[in-house]
């Protein structure tokens, strides 16, 4: 027990319900499951379109089937749902990772040197050659345990 400055017991905060990701209950619903859990629990709500569009779209014989639903953004989320379980051909597969951008050192190095945003750095990496990326790389670099590879 926990007390403050005067010894008087400081209650102890209630520990927060912690509130069930429905994600991986739907997209193993849409490809495997075909139960319609949205009928049997009331958690319309908890469904998120654009997650499920962006993890469905990574495999490529559903990829026209997501893209229906991105031309249709407006409807709810019950008809998304039920669109694509319908739509969905049962079978078992694993969520995939979202593509991340790569970070590029010569990219850092620029934005560095002319102290530039990513977008004015990308469109002066155009125009700089390999001899002068370098030569930023070599004016940019700082040593150390970390950058030596």
């Known amino acids: ?3 403050d400055l005067y010894g008087d017991p400081i209650p102890e905060p209630e520990p927060e319900e912690k509130k069930p990701n429905y994600f ?12 319609n859990i949205m009928l ?32 249709l953004p407006h409807l709810p ?20 990772s979202w593509i991340k951008p790569e970070k590029s050192d010569d990219l850092e190095a620029v934005k560095e040197y002319y102290n530039y945003s990513n977008q004015k750095a990308k469109d002066s990496m155009l125009l700089l050659s390999d001899t ?3 030569y930023i790389k070599s004016k940019t670099y700082k040593g150390g345990k970390e950058n030596d590879k």
């Open 24 to 35: 991986y209950q739907f997209f193993k619903d849409i490809t495997y499951g075909k139960t």
């Open 132 to 134: 002068e990326i370098e």
């Open 40 to 71: 049997a629990q009331d958690i319309e709500n908890e469904y998120k379109p654009y997650n499920m569009n962006k993890n469905l779209s990574y495999s490529t014989e559903w990829i026209f089937t997501v893209n229906d639903m991105n031309g």
């Open 77 to 96: 989320n019950r008809l998304q749902y039920d669109y694509f379980i319908n739509s969905i051909r049962r079978r078992s597969r694993k969520l995939e």
């Open 1 to 3: 027990m926990r007390r």
